[in-house]
């Protein structure tokens, strides 16, 4: 039977892919306890620092030091999780067999123990009014690009705020079970229909700015709601499916949502696939991306 070697470089690079994850898992792996223990408490350090930011910023807005904050502590996870990754990676390739020791010393048990401790810090969110959510789709480019992870708020006092322009985060009518983004653009009592690609709200139409081609054959635009929120979205020049849809007449308890990717989202305009999106099914309102695949975007505001 093949025997486990610690100074293998294949083992050197898991090591290093397990604290990568998260960080100290990898030290465990290489039995370095001390240094599992250090990386692991600058983890719990920076979720904690999160928690906290996140409470005293308030259920309704971001402050430009919160805001710092959040860009602040993204950049201390990249930072300690690459020193967790490369210390781990040397660490077991240096490292010699040690004696197993008692259970709790032993690399599972400290394994177990650091999995215990991030899974709990998944929890905490939901219990303090905010939660964390990632995007699968394109359906809200240019806003939330494909793998962004965000924040939203959820306290009572953040849902019974959202307005039209923001992006909100609600249980899909039809199963009430699956997690939908999308912008709210249209409120109870308002009656909202789609004309050859432009919105019509109340009978108005909502303007909209040419700010140039976001690639072939796509449009990015600039929308004004009447409420004066304006954002940005992607129209195709050869239109889509949901270009027109009849006047919906919302009730006293619906919200109309759309993508901001106009011509590939399904939302409130195809009533078979969401529909009218009842205020109880909302979770929270979107507030800011902590992680991109493009480091710009990390610590910036859902608008």
Known sequence: MRQFDPSGHGSALWG???????????QAYARRLRAAT???AGSIAISAALVVLMQASGPLTLTPAALAGFIALALATLVLNAAAAVHAGRAVRRG?????GSLWRSTWSWGVALAAISLAFEFIPGELDWNAFSVPSASMLPTLEVGDRFVTLDSEAARAAIAPGDVIVFLLPRDRTTDYVKRLVAMPGQTIEMRHGTIWIDGAEVPHEDLGPAGPQTRRWRLMLPNGRSYEVLKTLAGGMLDDAPAT???????FVMGDNLDNSLDSRAPSAVGPVPRELVVGRAAVIFWSHDPSRIGTPVQ
């Open 16 to 26: 290093a892919l397990l604290s990568l994850v998260l960080p100290g898992l990898g």
């Open 38 to 40: 250090l990386f692991a």
């Open 96 to 100: 010699r067999e040690r004696a197993a």
């Open 249 to 255: 007449v919302l009730g006293p308890d619906q919200l």
